[in-house]
């Protein structure tokens, strides 16, 4: 059995523990919700607000130029890039998630003409099924493949037809991490592009993007990256495909000049291209405070402690009396998952309510998954004691059978 001590031996010898101070955490919550909304970096604070009093309230519209805000998409790709293994020239942080995802679906669609189906997967994250809907409905003629669906095999789903495949590196439900450079070895023998969701791995995965070969890549900031709600998402597009590479929503910041004003439509060189118009600037801002706080840490001292924290945070469900009737959904051996731990239980929605109710904060996915986000930066191992404990107070009261944890909040 784990007890309290034995956790926080393991946080004696944690050489992140520093880091949490770097983070504005509540007193008396326990955050298991980084894989939603990361929480508030300290630094973020200071940035946001010289952002707002001196280029904005000062700089005006010289900001643009002298505050270099113009060039933001395209300076914190390459800083990002250095921490999911892109070199530089490859990424812009610009725009949400399921915008680049419609980006990187019509660029690898035109890449690949005469093939007419996109592969992804069932359990997919809904809004990426969604907008290749929308992708290929606009193109007539395009079929969907489905892992999950049509094949559990994604060779089986691969053929002359496909021209791209679409897939989260780490699922958002079970935190089932796929393996890069296999999977895109496989599409490119098929003839096909594979596109990267990484939403829930940038940050807590160390990722290769060049050398796994990924073509496109797309995610958020505001999950494991704590650049705060809503923050811009980013696109990355490897070098080879640049040239030819189109997207439809061919705004103003995407044309090779944008200040020349012409009448029609010319995609600027490389990356810039999949720019569309103006950004938010503070959430860009955001975007620069949360990656501070990665520079001087290792992603493979990170993945390490978010590999053990989730052999710990399994094993203390596993081991407590009230907990028995929770059933695992992540993969149990720690090099196949991302940085979270599910369980699916029927009351599940209830029990999550009646946890955050109490400070433990995890969240809850349709039909009866209750996920626990593991951020390394923040968290430690006496904390996930702690929180067990609390499931396992919610389990034994059986909150279930109290209606008020029943009704369902608009964002769960
Ligand atoms: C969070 C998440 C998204 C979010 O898309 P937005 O456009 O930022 O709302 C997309 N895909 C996956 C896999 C996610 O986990």
Redo the contacts with the bound molecule.
Sequence with gaps: MLSRQDCAKLDEQDELAGLRDRFHLPEGVIYLDGN?LGPLPKGAVDTLTRTIHQEWGEGLIRSWSEADWFTLPERLGDRLGGLIGAAAGQIVVCD??????FKALNAAMGLRPGRDVIVSEQG??P??LYMIEGATGAAAGYTTRLLGRDSDNLADLLDERVAAVLL?NVD?RTGRLMDMAATAKAVHDAGALIIW?L??SAGVVPLKLDDSQADFA???T??YLNAGP?AP?YIYAATRHQDQARQPLSGWWGHAAPFAFESGFRPAEGIKRFLVGTQSILGLKGVEAALDDFDDVDIEGIRAKSRRMGDVFIELVEQHPHCAGLRLVSPRESDQRGSQVAFDFDNGYPVIRAMIEQGVIGDFREPGLMRFGLAPLYLSCAELFDAVQVMGDCMRRQVWTDPKYQTREAVT
Excluded: E, L, P
Excluded at 96 to 101: C, D, F, K, M, V
């Design positions: 939603s949400g998630t399921s915008i680049n995802i997919s994250f809004t990426d989260s958002y969701d939403c829930h797309v995610g958020c505001y999950k809503g998402a």
